[in-house]
């Protein structure tokens, strides 16, 4: 195996016998297979689509194995091996309707021929043209992920499918650096176009959210303790456990869901246990009850709790039990009466955090927002979104929080947020000095605002605002915020814990000297270089 996709790579160079993140190499070469194969189908549905042939199947397919293969997300090799057979029989079909039986990369290429292959990233030999090539897959991941989301609640575009399959296709090519990097500017412009995408099918579906104080202490009930990020997966829980006595609690990237008007409405939701992803296999042992993982984030789960686990959607782990969709819905009954077996959550915290800040209830307080700037009480405003990790280098954003001045406020979203979203740091004029927009793809709520904060200001570039990036990264959803940022024309962006495994030197030279891209170093140096 060689896999650099995330921040945890081993080394800071690649994970080669198996991942930091508990990916076995069986597994690893498995996904690199799957993603051969997509681009092989990719090659197929893009000339498939020059006839006006449109297979959804083959849409979903994609964007759906694409998803598998984020970090933290499927760790079973039987679910890949189903998928790879799944796509032989779908790449001949698409094929066979495309008129087509030629393609780059060996579309044409036998199962036994793909399993003697090696077909890794390494095999792209050129340093460059292979970073290139993995930021813009890794982008498509992203895009692949909050897609997904979307298309869960009925919202798809089909030009997201389209670049898709056209950037996967792109891989096989000899391209150029300057028309990779092209592409993967493209990937970006997907990238703010999936992510408005998917708060259009949360919001229409869910309302918009709220500032909401969430407790984060626990009751005397049995519980069932839902993570990953899908929202319809909750809906679908709460509905089922009503008046079954068992309380639903909220984990990691599952928190904002707390501030959306439609879950509200369910007492059965009682509030949100532990912290970041990558403290599970500590918090879960000590809620007692059941955990339903929805997308990622998942870590290969300790034997103490292991039966206590269960899966859906792309989320798979050898040895879990995973619950199927049946006509767009879940059974969550066997969950729920093992619930009822356990004992309450074990408390490890109290109080309340804030959420629901998303664009809209932002802007709703934008004249107040641009009086306190006006005034003086507001500096700068910090944008700290991303992901959180488990290593020691990272409490550098705590500290970055607690050092800040008193008159700059944080902008966030995604598990970053569980750096500093319990520390109190108080408020200016009643706006609290952590504005939390919700999850990750709610990056989205934060270029919102930043552009209608431009505008208010009568600004005619986003980066004359007010506002510093200090963005911390974990894995792919994670490039394609970034990419988002930078083909919106966001400079000067801050960027740690490290910077990517999968940046040549050279890009990374492209990156620093058209967007001024730069790592974080130490808090004594970064505050006063960002504010």
């Known amino acids: 195996m060689f896999c650099y996709q995330c921040e945890e790579t081993a080394k800071g160079t690649g994970c080669t016998v198996s991942g930091v993140c508990g990916k076995k190499g069986d597994v690893a070469d498995l996904q690199d297979k799957l993603i051969y194969m997509l681009k092989g189908i990719s090659y197929y549905a893009v000339e498939a689509r020059k006839e006006n042939i449109e297979d959804e199947e083959v849409n979903k397919f994609i964007m759906d194995a694409i998803f598998a293969t984020i970090t933290n997300t499927n760790f079973d090799a039987k679910y890949f091996e189903s998928m790879i057979d799944k796509a032989f029989e779908l790449r001949d079909r698409i094929g066979k309707n495309a008129g087509r039986t030629d393609a780059p990369n060996g579309a044409i290429i036998t199962k036994d021929e793909l399993m003697s292959k090696d077909v890794g990233v390494l095999n792209t030999k050129n340093e460059d043209i292979r970073s290139l090539r993995e930021l813009l897959i890794y982008g498509i991941k992203g895009l692949a992920a909050y897609a997904y989301h979307a298309d869960v609640l009925g919202y798809k575009d089909p030009k997201l499918f389209a670049f898709m399959q056209e950037a996967l296709m792109a891989t096989t090519k000899d391209l150029s650096a300057d028309e990779l990097v092209a592409l993967v ?30 407790n984060i202490g626990v009751r005397n009930n049995p519980g069932i303790l839902i993570s990953g990020h899908d929202l319809k997966d909750l809906e679908m829980l709460l509905k089922q456990t009503e008046g079954t006595g068992i309380d639903v609690y909220t984990h990691g990237e599952m928190l904002p869901s707390m501030s959306y008007p439609m879950f509200k409405k369910y007492p059965n939701l009682v509030g949100n246990y532990g912290g970041a992803w990558w403290k599970q296999k500590e918090e879960f042992d000590k809620f007692n009850g059941p955990i ?8 290969p ?43 309450s959550p074990q408390e490890i915290e109290r109080g309340e955090i804030w959420g629901g800040f998303a664009h809209t209830a932002v802007l709703s307080v934008a004249d107040k927002i641009v009086d306190a700037v006006k005034a003086g009480k507001i500096k700068r405003f910090i944008v700290m979104a991303g992901c959180d990790g488990r290593h020691k280098q990272r409490q550098y954003y705590t500290d970055f929080a607690n050092a800040l ?33 919700g999850q990750c793809n709610d990056s989205y709520s934060l270029v919102v605002i930043a552009l209608k904060l431009a505008e208010a200001f009568g600004l005619d570039d986003i980066n004359k605002l007010p506002i510093s990036y200090n963005i911390a990264w974990y894995e792919q959803k994670a490039v394609l915020v970034l990419l988002a940022l930078l083909h919106l ?20 030279n492209v990156l620093v000297e058209k967007f001024g891209l730069r790592p974080n170093s130490d808090v004594e140096q970064d505050i006063p270089a960002l504010i």
């Open 405 to 437: 001045p008193k008159d700059t406020v944080i902008l966030t979203a995604g598990c970053a947020k569980y750096r500093y979203n319990k520390l109190d740091l108080g408020d200016i004029d009643g706006i609290p000095r952590v504005l939390d927009a």
């Open 301 to 343: 789960p300790k034997e103490s709790y292991k039966d206590r686990v269960y899966t859906t959607g792309v989320v798979g782990y050898e040895g879990l039990v995973y619950i199927q969709e049946v006509d767009g819905e879940k059974d969550f009954s066997q969950i729920i009466e093992h619930a009822k077996k356990c004992a």
């Open 292 to 299: 339903l993982l929805t997308t990622n984030c998942l870590v």
């Open 489 to 508: 024309g966001v400079k000067n962006i801050m960027l740690g814990p490290v910077l990517p495994a999968f940046v040549s030197p050279n890009v990374l």
């Open 185 to 214: 500017m493209k990937c970006g412009a997907m990238g703010v176009d999936v992510m408005a995408l998917l708060d259009k099918a949360n919001t229409d579906t869910y309302g918009n959210p709220e500032p909401t104080k969430v």
